[in-house]
DNA sequence: AAAACAGGCAACCGCGGAAGG
DNA sequence: ACCTTCCGCGGTTGCCTGTTT
């Protein structure tokens, strides 16, 4: 996004702050104090550098825009993976999900979030809605296809675990990590405990092969559904959680 | 061409905890 | 023990821009 400069009105408080958008001269400023200065502080940068900012505005503008350590540029696919999985673990901790992501901001991620996730989420209400939902089903199918291979592999780590009658009884307690991988969302975690208690019913017998691999890839399927565009954006998250399975 | 809408993001706000007097 | 100040965090706002109708 570009300057947004007007976009703020520019409102002088009472106690004499500016509000609003930051110039280049006021960025300057800061600059030139966090060099002299360091960091912290910040309740005294107004009077030390002339900066007619509040502490707070400042050190916000310092740590999400101005800071030479920041990272540039779109959230790429490792680090959206990284988010989502940090995210299931840990909610809306943005702060602590930032510190894993090194040259990203709070901010950054927690707006990334709102704007990519949590409308996602969210069943389409009108009709115009369901509409644009189902072109963007239709650009993600063919994306899709490609996924689906990597699904099959990622699958062939459980189908392994099937197929391997020593490993018969390790299944269910692994498909319970899985889990326990989203701890804060019950719809999720319902798939892989749906497709526990499947097989736990049709554990008539010691037989391996009564586990059957339509179980896991409907328990499968049941996530895709939930996410609506989960496999197409998530592949990296998948691989994570095969390696929790080999692991 | 223009209006309406949605996405994106910088910046603000309120709250709570830590530190210092 | 209490009060004040500072700092950091998560939530929210509001404008610009691109897209759709």
Same mark, same amino acid.
């Given at each position: 996004?570009?300057?947004? #400069? ?9 106690? /004499? ?5 930051? +110039? ?29 900012? =509040? ?23 490792q680090e959206e993976s990284i988010i989502i999985e940090l995210?299931?673990?840990? /909610? ?5 999900i930032?510190?894993s992501l090194? /040259? ?10 709102? +704007? ?10 009108? #009709? ?11 650009? $993600?199918?063919?994306? $899709?296809?490609?996924?689906? $291979? ?8 459980? #189908? ?5 009658? =020593? =490993? ?21 975690? /319902? ?9 736990? =019913? ?34 990296t998250s ?10």
């Amino acid at each position: 996004m570009g300057s947004h #400069v007007g976009c703020w009105s520019i409102i002088e408080e009472e106690a /004499g702050w500016r509000k609003g958008p930051w +110039t280049a001269e006021e960025d300057r400023l800061l600059i030139e104090y966090v060099r002299m200065h360091g960091e912290g502080r910040w309740n005294s940068v107004s009077r030390l550098a002339g900066l007619k900012r =509040n502490g707070k505005s400042c050190r916000l503008r310092w740590v999400n825009y101005l800071r030479p350590d920041l990272k540039r540029g779109q959230i790429t696919p490792q680090e959206e993976s990284i988010i989502i999985e940090l995210h299931a673990r840990w /909610g809306n901790r943005w702060s602590t999900i930032a510190r894993s992501l090194p /040259g990203r901001t709070d901010n950054e991620i927690k707006n990334y979030w709102r +704007t990519h996730f949590k409308k996602k989420a969210k069943s389409p209400i009108n #009709v115009s809605e369901k509409a644009k939902n189902r072109l963007l089903r239709r650009q $993600q199918f063919q994306q $899709q296809q490609k996924q689906q $291979q990597q699904l099959q592999l990622d699958m062939k780590g459980i #189908v392994a675990l099937l197929e391997d009658s =020593n =490993n018969h009884y390790e299944v269910p307690s692994t498909l319970c990590s899985m889990a326990n991988f989203y701890p804060n969302n019950a719809e999720e975690q /319902g798939c892989f405990y749906s497709m526990i208690s499947t097989i736990d =019913n049709n554990d008539n017998s010691s037989a391996p092969e009564a586990l059957n691999e339509e179980i896991l890839w409907d328990g499968l399927w049941n996530l895709d559904d939930f996410h609506g565009n989960f496999s197409a954006t998530n592949t990296t998250s998948k691989a994570n959680l095969h390696n929790l399975v080999v692991s």
